[in-house]
């Protein structure tokens, strides 16, 4: 196998080199062939747009936008847009990897992409956010469409986003095509339990996984980082199951109470305080760095890619790591964190309850049906914790971390799948 000497590493942490490595040492696991291999590792396509959007002031403003498909083996491809500053093309790549390898864990019928534009969606209105959406829509008019390619919401969009994606799109096609995009508003489509679903798919992930560790819920201290849609979500589901949240944070900083941190009240506080947890009173402050280190039984980076790295590994106390967002751990920092006996729970199989409830949400758009909340937490739930013990037998199986053994079931997957279809 041609593909067995790795590439070389450089110096700066880079989340699609992250996702090559784990992704290089699972396909040796499993003596993926060479031909495999050359398909599975590159993007199919990557778009790169630029969007002239006119601002409030009169002003021309141009932003870049990305669209990547990592693969459609399995189905359309599917995966949120991040608007974001950071957003770049190597993150974009890596977070479309991970989309195809997250559907093939639990094994829903998507292949992966993502998309982001680089710009900063708090110091814009929303007629900017607007335009803007909209024009990245039109870019995209080749590319998405509900059996082609499939957004969704990421850091920096939510439902409101998706609204404007639905309804560019829907225009131009001359009729409302509501399977286009997921994590919809209600009225438009969107399916009861979407909101939550990345967060509820953590909490359960963090149940079984402190089941195994057999550590009581109810005696389990956590700290979150990042206090969005996933990480807020998280904390509240995790604190109805008995865990004391210690800490949570977002950009402002962190905010530490050694009683717990009132979840609810954290919630309302910011969303009465412009979407952030600035002069939170709840908890002291302390620095993002000094909540990922702390002495807690479980550890939820929700926010960004990168945030434990060899920097920083060798000083997490949790036992547990539940990757509420993708890419939080850089590859250089896994041994670090294995060998201090740190089990962690991978992005891929963490936080893929968003995803799911997406595909719920698709399925109910074809059907021109709606299914209860009852029923989309109860499938939600059970694909995720079959999931969990497809990664947890393989782990156990082949000797490897969580992490490689996610790699593992999600390459066979697509490998097997890539196979019948004959190629392409
Ligand atoms: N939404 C979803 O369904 C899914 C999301 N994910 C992943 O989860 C992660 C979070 O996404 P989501 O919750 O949707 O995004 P949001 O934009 O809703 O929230 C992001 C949160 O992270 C915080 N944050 C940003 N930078 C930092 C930092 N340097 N230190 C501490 N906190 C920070 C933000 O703070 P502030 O608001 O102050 O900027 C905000 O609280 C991302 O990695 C995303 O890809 C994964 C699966 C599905
Ligand atoms: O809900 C979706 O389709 C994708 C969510 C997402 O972008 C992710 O899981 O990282």
Redesign the pocket.
Known sequence: MAYLEPAPIKDKENPFESMMSRFHTAAQKLGLDDETYEVLKSPTKQVIVNLPITMDDGTKKVFEGYRVIHSDILGPSKG?VRFDPDVNLDEVKA?AAWMTWKCAVVDIPYGGGKGGIKCSPWEMSVGELERLTRAYTQSMYEIFGPDRDIPA????TGPREMAWMMDEYSKAHGRTVNAVVTGKPLVLGGSLGRVE??GRGVMVSTLVALEKLRINPAHATCAI???????SNAALLLEERGLKILGI????GAYWNDQGIDIQEAIAYRAQNG??LEGFKGGEMVT?EELLIAGVDVLVP???EDVITIQNADKIQAKLIVE???GPTSFRADNIIHEKGVWVVPDILA?AG??TVSYFEWVQNRLGYKWTRERVNRRSDRIMKEAFERVYHTAQEYGVSMRIASYMVAISKVAETYKYRGGF
Request: proline share 3%.
């Open positions: 949120g977070l919401p990421d850091m920096g679903a990345t980082q990042g206090f969005g849609n996933v990480g944070s977002d950009h402002t979407n952030n993002n929700a926010a960004k509420g967002a993708n936080n968003g995803v």
